[in-house]
């Protein structure tokens, strides 16, 4: 289209300015040679003469030299016309069929955006009810990862805020040190302990435990019941240990006071001359 008006403006201001000058030199041949003028004209006739003579030659050439180039450049225009309308058509086509589909995408992105955010709300609700549930039982509810290089000193994935009020360790002792439980055990318990892991390890099965455990607050050893349970992934490889864990110091020590009751007990009633009667 630039060079379509480039070339008419250039026909446009060249074209006339050579028609003129053909048109005045054929009117001043056709003056002179081919139309004969009285001599009697002054000579101020001649020039109107000649100068009509090279309008009508100028009008002439003109229509000529212009009717069909103009034409053929207002029908050029025309199509140019046309196909840019059928360009637009179609780029207004092309832009409503990507709008509609970007509304579809949007449309899709908004409802699950809305679905996530409710997920994630509900996902809150219940930990928040898992955490009050983990705060209102009197166990000690943890989770610890399994590391084969180091059995016993595991990263712990969880524990409750229960095992601060039980052994008088905070919870971020434990998660700061994997091998506190462990160095925590007494000495006596620490062989029992190995072999029931070992049992968890190879036969992924879950145990009961029974251990002292050295307490934070008064340095003393309480007693605990750990029930162990592996957790296994799809290919039935253990990944972690999840564990329940209460205070059992005052039945063992009951139990203890029973034994040495009863022993008392025996004692005196082996060593005793009269006869002792239990009724």
Known sequence: IIMTDFKSTFQSSVKPVLIAAISVIAAAM???Y???VPTSFPAWGRVLSASGISVLLYLLLSHLAFSRPMGRRLAERDRAMTDLRKSCDEMALQLR???EELEKINHELQ???TECELASEALRESEVRYQRLLEN?????YSIAVD????YRGKVLFISRQVERITGHKPEEFLADPGLWFSLLHPEDVPVVKAQAKTIFDDKEAVVLEYRLKSGDSHEYIWLEDRISPDLDDAGRLV???GVARDITRRRRTEQALRESEERYRIVAETASDA???I
């Open 148 to 151: 084969m290089d180091d059995p």
């Open 111 to 113: 409802s699950k955006i």
């Open 137 to 141: 039982i009197d166990e000690i509810v």
């Open 276 to 278: 002792i009667i239990s």
């Open 240 to 242: 972690s240990f999840l």
């Open 97 to 99: 069929e990507h709008t």
């Open 30 to 32: 056709a003056t002179i």
């Open 34 to 36: 081919v139309i004969p």
